[in-house]
């Protein structure tokens, strides 16, 4: 007999939990049901981060540094393109840029890619003024950017989640061409770590107390809520809350997509209100005195 189920995963995951809560309470099963989130995408709302993201983004190390060997090993106009997985936000890719530091071009689902060079935030501009000074160049692209100019795949994989289109190809060929109209040769080196970034062991970063959270919650009698960090402290997080704010994604005007422009010096293509450096985070400290405590059972 089953009387503490602990289920593990992102926002959908989560979902599917409450209706099994909502069924338990229906049946009068005395059942408690904890959600533990764990994504790399790093896209669970309220939270200050997933399980997995961190050990996500030290993966992603790997890739990139490959990718600065490729680029430079091929001067002049060594190019190194890096996919890294992220849905529907761009965590993975914004933060493993800031991480490594010698990335020159970060794009993700939230801010479009403008790829005319006529336009001043020309991401294959900024790419040939960057070769032109430092002789090569380091691109990384989140899995889900470029839907602005790729569109929407109609298709669905088997989990029902939207095929993505192809942007890594159709930005190295893009690049390719860009060069090639230009009168310089270029190599382009593309890296696709595909699953190997969440394939690997726990990094010390994403060791928190989430386990013990959730045991805690069970035997005090709580059900219908999951556990993590907020502003730093171990909390117990209803569900339904969650939920509703997930998934979450990179504010454009905020500190994190700041602090990629100022690593990469690339064109900001999203801002239309300049920089306001108040981020998902700052919201939910406004939100955290509000938050109520789930139910016992």
Known sequence: RINQLYIIGGDGTHRGAYHLVQACDKRKLNVAICGIPKTIDNDVGVIDQSFGFHSAVQAAQVAISSAVVEAKGNKPNGIGV??????????????????????????????????????????????????????????VVAEGAGEDILGESAEKDAGGNKKLQPIGNFLVDKITNHFKLKGKETTVKYIDPSYTVRSVPAAAGDCQILAAGAVHG????????SVGLVNNHSVMIPIPTLVANSPRVINKDGRTWARV????????????NGNKCEEEETKNEKKASSWFFPSKK
Do not use: W
Request: net charge negative; aromatic share 4%.
């Open 261 to 272: 422009l100022r690593v990469t010096g690339q064109p900001n293509a999203g801002s239309e």
């Open 82 to 139: 890096v996919k890294l997985m992220g849905r529907s936000s761009g965590y993975i890719a914004a933060h493993a840029t800031i991480a490594n530091g010698s990335v020159d071009l970060c794009l993700i689902p939230e801010v479009p890619i403008i790829i005319d060079e006529s336009d001043e935030n020309s991401c294959l501009k900024h790419l040939e003024d960057v070769v032109s000074c430092a002789g090569h160049a380091v691109v």
């Open 218 to 225: 069970v035997m005090a009698g709580f059900t219908g809520f």
